[in-house]
């Protein structure tokens, strides 16, 4: 699993997500093993991001943010 170093990388993807106007997933884990979640919260980068740091735990934790069909995991929008 590759996270974002690179804040503007994140927030592009994050802007480009939104724009597709779908369900949109918090996945997060510790190691190799995760959870996705629905994201229910506010549809904007500053709100995602924010979740996405909690979810992080300061570094313990990996967290990303894709859609139903896995279209950034996919390969299809690029970010990661």
């Known amino acids: 699993m590759t996270t974002i170093n690179n804040t503007s990388a994140?927030?592009?993807l994050?802007?480009?997500l939104i724009k597709l106007n779908e369900t949109l997933y918090i996945i997060s884990g510790e190691g190799t093993y995760g959870h996705r979640e629905e994201y229910t919260g506010k549809m904007?980068?500053?709100a995602i991001k924010s979740r996405l740091?909690?979810?992080r735990c300061h570094g313990d934790r990996w967290a990303r943010i894709d859609t139903d069909d896995n279209?950034?995991?996919g390969g299809y929008i690029s970010g990661y």
Request: net charge positive; hydrophobic share 25%; aromatic share 0%.
């Open 10 to 12: 994140e927030t592009n």
């Open 14 to 16: 994050i802007e480009r």
């Open 44 to 46: 904007t980068v500053r």
């Open 53 to 55: 740091t909690r979810e």
């Open 71 to 73: 279209k950034v995991l």
